[in-house]
């Protein structure tokens, strides 16, 4: 894991230190290399100067630079500055007073040309010279004497000029660290101002993070909300976050409210179950209560079976563990199989009107239509008044069979439709209704889903309630 | 003790009324919050337990409707739920006592002794009435060393009355308070064991406790 700021203010100062790095090296350079130009035509011209005032007559050479009082820069001392003449490159002609008994070195260099190189002068300064080659200038004959009679030959001549180049370091030092020096300033103050343009740039996404990291399981109903304008990079995220959150405290819920169904359901009859056995061992001696007591016994853990059924069924089903194996059913004769088995003689009042063609046979989970039929036929039977029948049917339509199972229901009101395919829902919340516990129909659109077939739930003006179940598929 | 135990679960109902008869206490019952209503109106309860899931009229609502109407029966809440909020929403209805199910026989009697002691502003379980005692946990009566041996409504009889001592209590308030409503008892029967227990305790060498008032009824001084 990174963090995103710290890795931006590293990325840009860096890539700030490499380009200010190389605009202040690019700076230097060129500055450095102008001022020594000028420093070394400077040197030059001086040359030139000196080649101006030397002179070839019949007499032979003259240096008018180096009579005494004309330069006194070529004088010995702390400033001075040397120079040196050879003619031919072998035989030397004249050298400043500044040289003393030491030398320039010599340089071989043609006429009309120069060149410039360092060196360590003879008092152990840093120096530079210029190596310029010539011809000396042949002074005009005056025009009574013969001008060609006694003028020498003209040779090339190789001067030497030097001096000390300590101002020019020194100068290229002051304008080197001024560079560097400025260059590492603003690159500080960058620094700085990145730290703070990024930290304020992610402000709303630290904010976010900060937000995000409160939200705990306990506090699932917190949303993130910003102050001010809402950037439309950060909205997104928000709002899908937001999103995101609802469903999860949704679900929570969801599975909170379950968990205390499915307690509530567990507690009632475990609470009977422990008072049967406590109350028990107080009356010992009375066949008669130990005799009921266990028959309730038998009663509550059947009712607990078929709820863990349930549930575990419920469970199945949504962790998609249920398949529907289908077969061939006589609908009519499976109908009055399941009710018999249902209803096991628990409610002689109510009939079976059994309206299912004879004969007619569909294909389709044997298993999972029987846990259908039984939770319809059990409810229908809690449910209906007194005397009623209840009756089931089946029609043909675009090649697939409905069934519809139909009853009166007075109780139902068009309201509790709705509600009805919801876990633990049932019209009373008590337990005087013969240990439903309100996942019947839960399971049966459950179940429904995995056979891929349609559930619908009606109630009409007259009270009649009907469950219709479509998408079965005829069989042989 | 006469309570009211107000019940969907007729299974839940049936051993809770025979293990609360089997520790004295006088039980009606019923199964629907209009029910348990009907009850309270025609009865005086000393304690009434209520579920909170009920039929017709839930168990809040009976709550809420007889606190409204005055009626002052120390109320236990019996109830498989059990969030804080459910406990709240009761108590701050007006009941005196909170019980998650599943919940321990033992805990539930023991409870309603307590609340039958608090109604009678008794501490102590064992009465004490001259030189007799009375241990309304064990259900034992003793004079000195002496146990005295009593019927069940004997000890009804006599721990009702030693607990509101210097109250009077007529045959109809006796028969009221120390028979259910399913009981068909006569003025003759709640005679005849008083004139039981008055020969009891003579018999055991312990004073006559239980004075008649005539025209009024019992009490114990």
Partial sequence: MYSIRKRLNLTIIASMIVVLALAAGFLHVRVADQIEAVFDAALLDKARALISLTELDEEGLEFDFAEDGVMSEFEPGESAQ????????????????????????????????HHFSDLTLADGRAGRLVAIGFMPRIEEPDEEEDALGDMPVAKPIALILARERASLDHTLWVIGSTIWGGTLVVLL??????????????????????????IDESNLGARL????????????????????????????????????????????PLSELKTLAEVAEMVPDDPEQVTRFF???????????????????????????????????????????????????????????????????????????????SNLFVNAVSYSPDNAEIHVSAEIR??????????????????????????????????????????????????????????????????????????????? | MKLLMVEDSERLQRSLCTGLQKHGFTVDQAFDGEEALAFIGH???????????????????????????????????????????????????????????????????????????????????????????????????????????????????????ASRRGRVYSHDQLIDQLYDANS?????????HISALRKRLKAAGAPNLIKTRRGFGYLIE
């Fill in chain 1, 398 to 476: 675009n090649q697939n069979i409905v069934l519809q199972v139909k009853n009166a229901a007075m109780d139902l009101k068009p309201e509790d439709i709705v509600h009805m395919k919801d876990r633990f829902w049932r019209k009373q919340r008590s337990h005087d209704d013969n240990g439903h516990s309100g996942l019947g129909l839960a399971l049966v659109h459950a179940l429904a889903r995995v056979m891929q077939l349609d559930v619908q739930l009606q109630l009409d003006q007259q009270r009649e309630f009907r469950v219709t179940i479509s998408g079965l598929q005829p069989g042989g």
């Fill in chain 1, 189 to 214: 103050l960058v620094a700085l101002l990145v730290w703070r343009l990024v930290g304020s740039g992610l402000a709303p996404l630290s904010k976010l993070a900060s937000q995000v990291s409160d």
């Fill in chain 1, 295 to 373: 028959r309730d016994v038998g009663e509550i853990s059947g009712q607990m079976e078929r709820l863990v059924i349930t549930l575990l069924e419920l469970a199945r089903s949504e962790a998609g563990l249920l398949r529907a194996d289908p077969e061939d059913i006589d609908l009519a004769r499976y109908c009055d199989q399941i009710w018999t088995h249902a209803i096991n003689g628990q409610s002689n009042s109510k009939t079976l009107v059994n309206h299912v063609q004879p004969n007619l046979v569909i294909n389709t989970d044997r298993d999972k239509l029987g846990m259908i039929l």
């Fill in chain 2, 184 to 192: 068909y008892v006569t003025r003759n029967a709640v005679e005849a």
């Fill in chain 2, 43 to 161: 009865n005086d309860y000393e304690a009434i337990i209520l579920d909170l899931m009920l039929p017709k009229l839930d168990g809040l609502s009976v709550l809420s409707k007889l606190r409204s109407d005055g009626i002052n029966s120390h109320v236990l809440i019996l109830s498989a739920n059990d969030q804080t909020e459910d406990r709240v929403r009761g108590l701050d209805l007006g009941a005196d006592d909170y019980m998650v199910k599943p919940f321990a026989f033992e805990e539930l009697v023991s409870r309603l002794r307590a609340i039958g002691r608090r109604r009678n502003g008794v501490k102590n379980p064992v009465l004490e009435v001259k030189g007799v005692e009375i241990n309304t946990v064990s259900r034992e009566v003793r004079h000195v060393d002496t146990v005295i041996p009593l019927t069940p409504h004997e000890y009804q009889v006599l721990e009702f009355l």
């Fill in chain 1, 225 to 268: 909300q910003h102050s001010g304008t809402q950037s439309i990079e950060i909205a997104p995220i928000e709002h899908q976050l937001n999103y995101l959150l609802e469903r999860l405290q949704s679900a929570f819920e969801r599975e909170k409210r379950f968990s205390a169904n499915v307690a509530h359901e567990l507690r009632t």
């Fill in chain 1, 82 to 113: 040397y120079y040196q003449l050879w003619e031919s490159d072998t035989e030397l002609l004249i050298k400043s007073p500044s040289l003393a008994t030491s030398d320039l070195p010599q340089s071989k260099v043609q006429p009309g040309q």
